[in-house]
């Protein structure tokens, strides 16, 4: 076989540009600090480092919903703090009211401040957080608690309903005037569809938590309610002996009345507050199950960009290692082809 | 009984042999790097003898001819493999501008628009009332939505621009038959002298080197009978999918003609013959490349094509729009409550999110006459957010009924539809574009591949050749100081000659 100077030179050229694609390759390696530049690089490395990106990326976007679940959760639970205190002292005047020794003065001061620890309970019932009203349920924009005025008396209304529709009122009320305003309103009561409204809030893949307490779950959706207990205390301390209660497990409804006895009505806050434990119990769990979740995500957060770098990012050393050899193996090709290029028979001939 | 001269002449003979030898020496040594060169021999013999008494006496050189140094065989070879690296090459090349119109693993490609777009859906859930959270979901979808269409336009100008290549490469084709043709001719007019055409002969080798890279041909040279001279009369010829594109002096030229249109209604080039209807189906080089690559459908055994991928990102399009807005998987089956089922705060229901065109819900789904139809209309090239939503942030459908606007449950529905695995066959929307680009890669490194062991074979099948024809200049050099000492003696021996001369003619005549 004849070697003639183009083959060397061609040779040369071929080898020398090997090199040089592969120190480039290295260089680009090392400038972006990631294996993979394009797909076919490393089609099974670009779809892992893909997926791991959308991993990451959710993992991300659950943690900011866990951190949102649990701001919604803490004004929640600052209701509820608020609610027992309100019960707790209410207890402490109701107990205060039904000793014998006191005055009517007296009773107007403890009327005055249980009236206003009722008003205390709507604004609680109206908490809102980052603007939105947590206790009504999807009803986000809309104020879910007020007081409206009625022929029978103040009434709450729950999201443009009637909490509690039943009663209690007041034993001097006539038991007509009652039937006509129980029936006049009987569309304004709560129904299936205002109730069970989770807000539910995606904290991963497949788990969910909801953030939301309702208001009827707290504060009853009848006569026994919180605010039930509230109004028959302000009638006994108005002086009222007696307060009626529609029945509608009959047709048509008709008007029961009960003895009105301050003493009793202790039982009746009890359970209020029993009610208020348990929602707060629920809560509590539910808030130790999210920060549960944000332990996991911020594992798996961890799991996964390292995860990502193993996958897609180059070991530095390593590229250094290889950038170094590989240029001098450059070198040295360029070294040997300026050897083999220039002498010839040429440069002997004088 | 030999001329008194003749001792001059055999001198003289010697000089010019010597000297024809140096010139084709020279001749080498400055045509080394000439492209396609191949060195040249000087091909001498003894001249005839005379006979003195009874024995013959030689008359020195006599060049018959100065040969060019080729296999023919090495040749063939060449052009047999350099097609296969036209196309690989080509298809490598167009590959890698793909995977830079894909541009994954990026921060900008489909993969992280969707994944913006997921978060803005989780945000919302989060807070459905929010117009900032609305603002952002239009934002991403719409992001979403520009990202598909400029990926498909740049896949569809890729294809215009390959189609001009075919054309230019038509042409190309053209002017090198053109070329060869009139080199046949001198060569053939050359030769009918007697003369040697090499140069002319390299120079229509180097063509048909080139143009066996762009497209799949045969060339010989084939006897077509007998010269007046006794020689073999000798044609040229190229052919081309079993026609000549040169024979001989004459040469036919191929035309590009309009084919087929691609998705968008551009023309796309077919080649045909000028004087026939005969199509030209490119069975290799960078014409089969640029053809794979323009029309593979990735179907019945077709390469996979621009169209193969444009397909691809419609059927994400169509898929993914129909599931977001209806709930509908690719098999046609309602899985759960999409966007049109959900209510926005204004109270309205049955909004598409993703229609085409920016056309409104009402005018979307009255494109086709049925759902299905209407969505066959989407394309990755014309998705969009509907204009119902951009013009009117209410309009999203993040609540499950009418009137709460705290009611997050369609927005988590869809949510659950972007994450299901029963979307497409390959999984969930991630997987699916996962899936086209992992293929992409695939391709990719397939391709290259192939195109770097055809670089490796055709620059083994050049080495063999240049073996053979290129120019040693150790060899030539050594050549030339052989050639100058027999120029030398010759010139000597005409010194001696003379003295002769002198003699016999200036002493003896006085």
Same mark, same amino acid.
């Given at each position: 076989m004849r070697v003639t100077n183009s083959m060397l030179s061609q040779n040369v050229i071929w080898n020398i540009n090997k090199n040089l694609t592969y120190m480039n390759e290295l260089n680009i390696q090392m400038a972006t600090g990631k294996k993979i530049q394009k797909p076919s690089d490393d089609p099974v490395c670009t779809a892992k480092s893909l997926e791991y990106r959308t991993y990451i990326s959710q993992i991300e976007q659950y943690e900011k919903n866990a951190e949102d679940a649990l701001g919604w959760m803490k004004v929640t639970e600052q209701a509820l703090d608020g609610i027992e205190d309100v019960i707790g002292r209410t207890r402490e005047l109701t107990v205060q009211a039904s000793s014998e020794s006191l005055s009517e003065s007296d009773y107007e001061v403890i009327a005055i401040e249980i009236e206003q620890l009722e008003a205390q309970l709507i604004e609680i019932g109206n908490y809102s957080y980052a603007g939105r009203y947590v206790f009504g349920g999807y009803g986000t924009n809309t104020l879910p608690f007020e007081v409206i005025d009625t022929p029978v008396g103040d009434e709450i209304m729950y999201k443009d309903s009637y909490l509690s529709l039943g009663g209690p009122y007041a034993g001097s009320v006539e038991d007509d005037e009652i039937l006509a305003f129980y029936s006049a309103n009987e569309d304004?009561?709560?129904?299936?569809? &205002?109730?069970?409204?989770?807000?539910?809030?995606n904290i991963g893949r497949s788990s969910e938590v909801d953030v939301n307490v309702e208001g009827y779950e707290i504060f009853g959706d009848d006569e026994k309610g919180i605010f039930g207990t509230f109004q028959k205390i302000e009638m006994a301390l108005a002086g009222e002996t007696e307060y009626k209660v529609v029945n509608d497990s009959v047709s048509p409804p008709v008007v029961e009345t009960y003895e009105l006895e301050l003493t009793e009505l202790l039982e009746d806050l009890d359970e209020n507050l029993n009610q208020v434990l348990a929602v707060r119990a629920d809560l509590g769990a539910k808030m130790s199950y999210v920060e549960l979740t944000q332990n996991r995500l911020s594992d798996e957060y961890v799991t996964y960009t390292g995860l990502?770098?193993?996958?897609? &990012?180059? &070991?530095?050393?390593?590229?250094?290692?290889?950038?170094?050899?590989?240029?001098?193996?450059?070198e040295a090709s360029l070294a040997a082809g300026s050897k083999i290029i220039l002498p010839s028979l040429a440069d002997f001939i004088t | 009984m030999a001329s008194t001269f003749a001792g001059l002449a055999i001198s003289a003979n010697g000089l010019y042999a010597s000297q024809s030898a140096l010139y084709t020496t020279n001749s080498n040594i400055s045509n080394a790097d000439t492209p396609g060169y191949s060195r040249q021999v000087v091909n001498q013999t003894n001249g005839y003898a005379f006979s003195q008494g009874n024995v013959m006496i030689g008359t020195g050189p006599e060049v018959v001819s100065v040969d060019r140094m080729r296999d023919e065989y090495i040749d063939k070879k060449y052009w047999a493999e350099n097609p296969s690296l036209g196309e690989w090459e080509t298809k490598s090349n167009i590959l890698l501008e793909i995977e830079g119109i894909f541009a994954e693993p990026s921060t900008s490609g489909?993969? +992280?628009?969707?994944?913006?777009?997921?978060?803005a859906l989780e945000v919302l859930s989060t807070n459905p009332t929010g117009m900032a959270e609305r603002a952002l979901l239009l934002q991403t979808g719409t992001a979403m939505c520009e990202t598909l269409n400029d990926t498909a336009q740049k896949l569809v100008d890729l294809q215009q621009q390959i189609n001009n290549d075919i054309n230019m490469k038509v042409n190309e084709i053209n002017s090198i038959g053109d070329q060869i043709?009139?080199?046949?001719?001198?060569?053939? $007019?050359?030769?009918?002298? !007697?003369?040697?055409a090499n140069e002319l002969r390299d120079e229509r080798d180097l063509l048909v080197d080139e143009l066996s890279k762009i497209i799949e041909i045969q060339a010989e040279e084939v006897k077509v009978g007998t010269l007046p001279n006794g020689q073999a009369d000798t044609k040229f010829q190229i052919t081309l999918n079993g026609h000549y594109l040169v024979n001989g002096s004459s040469s036919n030229k191929l035309e590009t003609y309009n084919a087929d249109t691609s998705s968008t209604g551009q023309p796309l080039y077919?080649?045909?013959?000028?004087?026939?209807?005969?199509?030209?189906?490119?069975?290799? !080089?960078?014409?089969?490349g640029c053809f794979d690559l323009r029309d593979g459908t990735g179907e019945n055994s077709e390469y996979k094509g621009i169209p193969y991928y444009l397909e691809e990102l419609d059927e994400f399009a169509r898929t993914f729009a129909m599931a977001f807005n209806e709930g509908v998987y690719g098999d046609g089956v309602k899985y759960s409550e999409g966007h049109a089922d959900g209510y926005g705060l204004d109270g309205s229901t049955g909004t598409r999110f993703f229609t085409y065109d920016n056309?409104?819900?009402?005018?979307? =789904?009255?494109?086709?006459?049925?759902?299905?139809?209407? @969505?066959?209309?989407i394309t990755a090239l014309n998705i969009s957010v509907s204009s119902d939503v951009e013009n009117d942030l209410n309009k999203i459908a993040a609540s499950s009924k009418s009137g709460e606007e705290g009611n997050n449950e369609n927005i988590k529905s869809i949510i659950d539809i972007c994450n299901d695995t029963k979307m497409f066959n390959q999984g969930s929307a991630d997987d699916y574009i996962n899936s086209v680009l992992t293929t992409l890669g695939t391709e990719n490194q397939h391709a290259t591949g192939?195109?770097?062991?055809?670089?490796?074979?055709?620059?083994?099948? $050049? @080495?063999? %050749?240049?073996?053979?024809? +290129?120019?040693?200049i150790d060899e $030539? =050099?050594?050549? =030339?100081? %052989?050639?100058?000492?027999? @120029?030398?003696?010759?010139?000597? =021996?005409?010194?001696v000659w003379k003295e002769i001369y002198e003699v016999t003619i200036n002493e003896i005549g006085g």
């Open positions: 304004k009561i709560l129904t299936e569809d &205002d109730k069970n409204q989770d807000i539910m809030y990502m770098s193993m996958n897609e &990012d180059v &070991d530095m050393a390593e590229v250094a290692m290889e950038l170094a050899s590989a240029q001098s193996v450059y | 489909i993969n +992280s628009v969707m994944s913006d777009f997921y978060s043709a009139k080199l046949n001719e001198q060569i053939y $007019e050359l030769e009918l002298t !007697g003369a040697n077919g080649i045909k013959w000028e004087d026939s209807d005969i199509v030209v189906d490119p069975k290799g !080089g960078e014409l089969k056309m409104s819900s009402d005018d979307f =789904m009255a494109s086709g006459s049925d759902m299905e139809s209407a @969505y066959d209309n192939k195109m770097n062991n055809e670089a490796n074979l055709v620059q083994q099948i $050049e @080495y063999t %050749r240049l073996s053979v024809s +290129s120019v040693s $030539e =050099m050594s050549n =030339m100081v %052989r050639y100058q000492q027999t @120029y030398e003696a010759a010139a000597k =021996m005409i010194d």
